[in-house]
C-alpha cells in the first residue's frame, strides 16, 4: 500500500526540485505540439516492453490453447492501456501507458464429497477455489514524459505542480510495478444444510446502485488505480480486495416470501481506507501534490501516533482494533419485489463523496491545563511540533454504523423496465469543524488558524432511485435495442452545516442537501461485435458540473477486444471556483482524457 510512511519519502512526494526558468514561467503552460517531442526515455526499457506486450496481445489470438484440465482451469487477459489527457483541442500529453497481465486459476477441490477424487468428505458437498493475480507494469515511469501537471485547474488559472520527469529513478521504479494475488479464496458448500461459506481474500459487493456507492462501501477504493470520473474503470479493478471469511444461509421459502436469505461477513484486522496517490507520480489520481511534503526536518510532515492518510489510522492492524462487519437479510415478495435489509458496522473510508475528512486536528494542550493559559500557549505549542516534522493532526477512520435497504422491482405491465432503489442511514460521519481551529504563531507571534480543524461527528442519509429499460430508437438501430439507464442519488445531512468545512478548498460549503444524476444507453452492432456506450453524470446543485463521456468496444475476435474511450468534464456556462466532491466538472476540469485500449481474454 502506498501512503506517507512516518520516516519515509513516498514516491509520489519524492521529487527533484527543478529550477524552473523565468521565463518558462511567464510563457504559461504548454504541451507538446507532438505526442513525442521533448520525451525522456530512460534506458531500452521503456521502448523494447510496451512494444513486445502489444506484439504479444496480437499474436495470441492466433494461437490455439485449452485450458481446462479436469477440476482445473485458467483464465485472464492480457491488456495494454494508454491515456491521453487533453485539457484543450490542441495540447495533448500521455498519462498512463499501463500494461497488465491477469490471470485467474479455478479448482473444484471437493466434488460429490471428494477432495481431491480421493478423500472423502462427506459433510461437504462442493468446494471451489479462486485465485486471481494482477501483474502490472507502466512504461511511462521509464521515459517520464512532461509536461507540468495541473493541480485543482478549477480555479480558472491552472497551477502546475512538476512532471514525471522530476520523480527520482526510486521514485519512479516504485511506482512502474505491481505484483499481487487480488482474490484467493475458496467456496465451500455444505451438504446437509443450505449453508455456503466463501473464505478468503475477496470483495464484497452489495446494493443495487452503479458506480456511486450506498451499500457496495465494505471495500474501500485505490484512487492510484484511477481517480475521477465514471465508467472508464472496472470496479473490480478499484475495490481493494480483504482477507474475509463470508456465509451465506438460504432459508427458502418462509410464509408468502421466496429466495429468503441471511448473509453476513467479517474482516478479521486487516481493513484499510481508500488508497491515494498525488501528483506528479500519479497523474490521473487525486488532483493535488503531496500536502505533507516540505518538512522543516526534510521529506513529508508525520501525523500524530504514527497514523498515515490513506493507509493506517490510530488503530492496530488486529480482529480485536479493526474487525469490520455486516449483515443483510433477502427475499422477493409473490409481485416480484426483491428486497434486502442491511446493517455494517465498519470503519469510515472516505470514498463515498460526501463532504467528510479523514483528517483530524488536535492541539496539543488545551486553554486552562498545566503550562497552556491562553490561545498563544496552544499555538506555540503546536508551532514547536511543526518545526520538528510533524502536524498537529491524525489521519481520523472512525467506526460507522450504517441501516440500509435496498430494493428493485421488474415492472412489465406499465413501463416495462426495472425499477431500482437503494437507501442508507448513517450514525456519527467525521466532518472538520470550523468551530475547533488549530493554531499556530504568525510572524508576529500571534495565534492563527492553521487550516487543519478538529471534527465533529453527524449522522447522514443517502439514496438512490433508478430506471431500467430496453428500448427501440429504430433510427439508430434497426436490428437491436437501446439498454436505457438513468439514476438519481441524493445525500442529507440532518444536522446544521454552517460549522462545518468541506475538504475540497477553504472555500467549500458543506450543503445539508447534494444531488447527482447519471443517464446512459448501450447497444450492439455489426452482430454483436461493436458496443458502444455513452453516458452523462450531472450536478444540478453545483453550477451543474457535469461529465460526459463515450466507451466504444470492437471485438476483433471473440477474444481481442480494441477499446476508445473519452471523457469530457466542463461546468457548462461557468467560469469561476465550483467545489464539489463527486469528482466531476468542478474538481476534475481540465482533466479530460482519451483511452485507448486492447484486450486478448483468454
Not at 201 to 214: A, C, F, K, T
Not at 368 to 379: E, K, L, N, Q
Not at 474 to 480: D, I, M, S, V, Y
Request: one cysteine or more; hydrophobic letters at 40%.
Amino acid at each position: 500500500m502506498q501512503g506517507l510512511e512516518s520516516g519515509v519519502r513516498s514516491p509520489e512526494s519524492e521529487v527533484r526540485k527543478p529550477a524552473w526558468r523565468k521565463e518558462e514561467l511567464r510563457s504559461g503552460y504548454r504541451f507538446p505540439l507532438t505526442l513525442w517531442e521533448r520525451v525522456r526515455v530512460r534506458g531500452r526499457l521503456a521502448t523494447i516492453c510496451p512494444l513486445v506486450f502489444l506484439v504479444l496481445i496480437l499474436s495470441v489470438p492466433f494461437l490455439y490453447a485449452d485450458f481446462t484440465y479436469g477440476p482445473l482451469s485458467l483464465s485472464g487477459n492480457l491488456q495494454t492501456q494508454q491515456i491521453f489527457r487533453h485539457p484543450e483541442p490542441d495540447k495533448w500529453s500521455i498519462i498512463q501507458q499501463r500494461n497488465v497481465a491477469r490471470v485467474r486459476l479455478e479448482y473444484d477441490w471437493i466434488k460429490e464429497g471428494q477432495a481431491f477424487g480421493a478423500v472423502a468428505v462427506p459433510w461437504i458437498r462442493r468446494a471451489h477455489l479462486v485465485a486471481l493475480y494482477r501483474g502490472v507494469y507502466d512504461s511511462i515511469y521509464d521515459f517520464q514524459p512532461g509536461p507540468r501537471q495541473e493541480a485543482f485547474p478549477y480555479r480558472g488559472g491552472a497551477r502546475r505542480d512538476g512532471k514525471l520527469s522530476d520523480l527520482t529513478q526510486g521514485a519512479a521504479h516504485a511506482l512502474r510495478f505491481e505484483s499481487i494475488f487480488r482474490e484467493a479464496y475458496s467456496d465451500l458448500e455444505f451438504a446437509d444444510i443450505p449453508l455456503t461459506l466463501r473464505l478468503g481474500r475477496q470483495m464484497i459487493v452489495w446494493g443495487e446502485s452503479d458506480n456511486l456507492r450506498m451499500l457496495d462501501r465494505t471495500n474501500a477504493l485505490d484512487t492510484t488505480w484511477h481517480s475521477g470520473g465514471l465508467g472508464m474503470e472496472t470496479w473490480d479493478d478499484l475495490r481493494i480486495p480483504y482477507w474475509t471469511l463470508k456465509g451465506l444461509y438460504s432459508f427458502g421459502r418462509i410464509g408468502f416470501l421466496v429466495d429468503v436469505f441471511l448473509e453476513t461477513y467479517w474482516v478479521p484486522g486487516h481493513w484499510v481506507p481508500a488508497k491515494i496517490g498525488f501528483l506528479p507520480g500519479r497523474p490521473w489520481s487525486v488532483p493535488t501534490p503531496n500536502p505533507f511534503a516540505g518538512s522543516p526536518t526534510g521529506g513529508n510532515f508525520k501525523l500524530l501516533n504514527g497514523t498515515v492518510l490513506g493507509r493506517q489510522g490510530d488503530y492496530q492492524q488486529s480482529p480485536s482494533h479493526n474487525s469490520q462487519v455486516g449483515v443483510r437479510l433477502g427475499a422477493t415478495t409473490p409481485q416480484g419485489l426483491t428486497f434486502t435489509l442491511n446493517y455494517l458496522y465498519q470503519r469510515f473510508a472516505q470514498d463515498d463523496g460526501m463532504d467528510t475528512t479523514s483528517l483530524r486536528g488536535r492541539n496539543q494542550c488545551l486553554v486552562g491545563t498545566s503550562g497552556c493559559a491562553s490561545s498563544s500557549d496552544v499555538a506555540l505549542r503546536n508551532a514547536l511540533l511543526i518545526e520538528q516534522g510533524m502536524l498537529p493532526a491524525e489521519a481520523y477512520y472512525p467506526y460507522v454504523h450504517t441501516l440500509g435497504i435496498s430494493a428493485s422491482y421488474a415492472d412489465s405491465n406499465y413501463t416495462e423496465g426495472v425499477w431500482r432503489m437503494e437507501t442508507i442511514y448513517e450514525f456519527g460521519k467525521p466532518f472538520a469543524d470550523k468551530r475547533k481551529p488549530i493554531l499556530v504563531l504568525d510572524e508576529s507571534g500571534s495565534p492563527v488558524p492553521s487550516g487543519l480543524f478538529g471534527v465533529k461527528k453527524s449522522d447522514a442519509w443517502q439514496a438512490f432511485v433508478g430506471f431500467d429499460r430496453p428500448t427501440w430508437i429504430r433510427r439508430l438501430n434497426r436490428r437491436t435495442t437501446f439498454f436505457l439507464t438513468t439514476q438519481l442519488f441524493w445525500q442529507y445531512i440532518p444536522a446544521g452545516t454552517a460549522r462545518f468545512q468541506g475538504q475540497v478548498s477553504p472555500t467549500d460549503k458543506v450543503r445539508n442537501w447534494e444531488m447527482v444524476g447519471t443517464v446512459a444507453a448501450s447497444t450492439v452492432y455489426l452482430k454483436g461485435t461493436l458496443l458502444p456506450v455513452t453516458f452523462l453524470v450531472i450536478d444540478p446543485i453545483n453550477h451543474y458540473s457535469a461529465q460526459f463521456g463515450w466507451i466504444v468496444d470492437y471485438y476483433l475476435t471473440p477474444s481481442l477486444i480494441l477499446r476508445l474511450a473519452q471523457s469530457y468534464f466542463f461546468v457548462p456556462g461557468f467560469g469561476g471556483q465550483v467545489d464539489e466532491t463527486w469528482g466531476l466538472g468542478g474538481l476534475y476540469r481540465r482533466r479530460d482524457e482519451t483511452v485507448v485500449r486492447i484486450t486478448y481474454q483468454f
